[in-house]
């Protein structure tokens, strides 16, 4: 199984960058997915294929990477950005997604 | 407005069985690959099972955990998917959501497994 790190948790001022990485395992080309979840909610796709914006997400929302090394961009963050945020594969079966890494606001 | 509205879970003992089910509208149901994802009290999220579309067959796949439990499947007629769950443990305790190709994600279900 594809295993993807992320970092548990990142504290970032409103306003300025959030940025959080998540490394697979072995490549999966650019299929990595970011997603936002929010307390008691269900995810929401954010950025698909590595650095493509879902329907109706803000520009602030962004993602690069491929391979195995990756990262999501929220510029400028705002109050309601705080949530976790998810990587995911869907290069190989099992399809596995990151632990999460929870933004908090300084 | 696309919808997917999850419904069936609840409390059941281990071993038992329970069968959710997702009502989907808004979007090309047949046209979409339809998965459940669960999500344990506090922890992550899971792949549990996808079922492709009619011209793949309506393939299946299930996530190690589930395989040989859980059996994934689909009626375009009413765009529903469901879960059979069988042989059910106290770690399959979760919400359950279906989702669209990832795209579109239901509320979720609620499934305790507990004695």
């Known amino acids: 199984d594809i295993v993807l790190t992320q970092s548990p948790a990142l504290a970032v001022s409103l306003g300025q960058r959030a940025t959080i990485s998540c490394r697979a395992s072995?490549?999966?080309?650019?299929?990595m997915h970011w997603y936002q979840q929010k307390s008691g909610q269900q995810p929401k796709l954010l950025i698909y294929?590595?650095?493509n914006l879902a329907s109706g997400v803000p520009a602030r929302f962004s993602g690069s990477g491929s391979g195995t090394d990756f990262t999501f961009t929220i510029d400028p963050v705002e109050a309601d950005d705080i949530a976790t945020y998810y990587c995911?594969?869907?290069?190989?079966?099992?399809?596995?997604f990151g632990s999460g890494t929870k933004l908090e606001i300084k | 407005a696309v919808q997917l509205v999850e419904s069936g879970g609840g409390l059941v003992q281990p071993k038992e069985s329970l069968k959710i089910s997702c009502a989907a509208s808004?979007?090309?149901?047949?046209?979409?690959?339809m998965y459940w994802v669960r999500q344990a009290p506090g922890k992550g999220l899971e792949w549990v099972a996808r079922?492709?579309?009619?011209?793949?067959?309506?393939?299946?796949y299930y996530a190690d955990s589930v395989k040989g439990r859980f059996t994934i499947s689909r009626d375009d007629s009413k765009s529903m998917v469901y879960l059979q769950m069988d042989n059910l443990k106290t770690e399959d305790t979760a919400m359950y959501y279906c989702t669209a190709n990832f795209r579109y994600w239901g509320q979720g279900v609620m499934v305790t497994v507990s004695s």
């Open positions: 995911q594969q869907s290069r190989n079966d099992p399809l596995t």
């Open positions: 808004g979007f090309t149901f047949s046209n979409a690959a």
């Open positions: 294929g590595a650095s």
């Open positions: 072995e490549s999966v080309r650019s299929s």
């Open positions: 079922i492709r579309t009619k011209p793949n067959n309506y393939a299946t």
